[in-house]
């Protein structure tokens, strides 16, 4: 079972940027998708940013063009670079690997 740590999160003025990463416990090499999450006051989990084993990558249409997904293998992490950032990008960011379940999350708030 795959544990992933999150961390990057933070307090950030509109138009800022940061990097969260998420560290897993084991090797990522294999993973077939590995995804970025959020949820912000009053809604609902949505995908933000996912990346498959090949490299290919999707993205929420609400960050497309400011946040990109990426990851090293050698260090077991994926990253999610978060620029232009917005005050509705606040919430807690969550990475998930597969089988893996829902841990404590990074919190990110954008002040407007």
């Known amino acids: 079972q795959v544990q992933a740590v999150e961390s990057g999160g933070g307090l950030v003025q509109a138009g800022g940027s940061l990097r969260l990463s998420c560290a897993a416990s084991q090797s990522i090499f294999s993973m077939n998708v590995m995804g970025w999450y959020r949820q912000g006051p009053g809604k609902q989990r949505e995908l933000v940013a996912g990346i498959t084993s090949g490299g290919s990558t999707q993205y929420a249409d609400s960050v497309k063009g400011r946040f990109t997904i990426s990851r090293d293998n050698a260090k077991n992490t994926v990253y999610l670079q978060m620029n232009s950032l917005k005050a509705e990008d606040t919430a807690v960011y969550y990475c998930?690997?597969?089988?893996?379940?829902w841990g404590q999350g990074t919190q990110v708030t954008v002040s407007s």
């Open positions: 998930l690997f597969p089988g893996g379940r």
